[in-house]
Nanobody, 121 residues
Framework: QVQLVESGGGLVQPGGSLRLSCAAS????????MGWYRQAPGKQRELVTH???????VYADSARGRFTIARDNAKNTVYLQMNSLKPEDTDDYSC???????????????WGQGTLVTVSS
């Protein structure tokens, strides 16, 4: 089983920065895409950004230019650097990894428990 643990959320003032981390552990053979999603109460989860094992990135329009995703394949960890934060960035942020535990297994989506980001003065 692959588990994801996020950290780095919290309260920040508008214009501030936060760095989220998501570390995968457990029985890991390989991880394809790792990404960050956000969800507000009563709304659907939406993509913030993701990155492939080869470093190809995709960003939502709301994140492009302010957020940066990075990945350390050796540590099975993905990071989200969030700059110039706005009150509308307030949400629960979850990490997702498309991973498999053995060479013969198929890739499965694994989700972290989420970390709350609050942008407020």
């Amino acid at each position: 089983q692959v588990q994801l643990v996020e950290s780095g959320g919290g309260l920040v003032q508008p214009g501030g920065s936060l760095r989220l981390s998501c570390a995968a552990s457990g029985r890991i053979f390989s991880i394809d895409v790792m990404g960050w999603y956000r969800q507000a109460p009563g709304k659907q989860r939406e993509l913030v950004t993701h990155i492939t094992s080869g470093g190809i990135t995709v960003y939502a329009d709301s994140a492009r230019g302010r957020f940066t995703i990075a990945r350390d394949n050796a540590k099975n960890t993905v990071y989200l650097q969030m700059n110039s934060l706005k009150p509308e960035d307030t949400d629960d942020y979850s990490c997702r990894a498309n991973a498999r535990g053995g060479w013969s297994e198929r890739y499965r989506d694994v989700w972290g428990q989420g970390t709350l980001v609050t942008v407020s003065s």
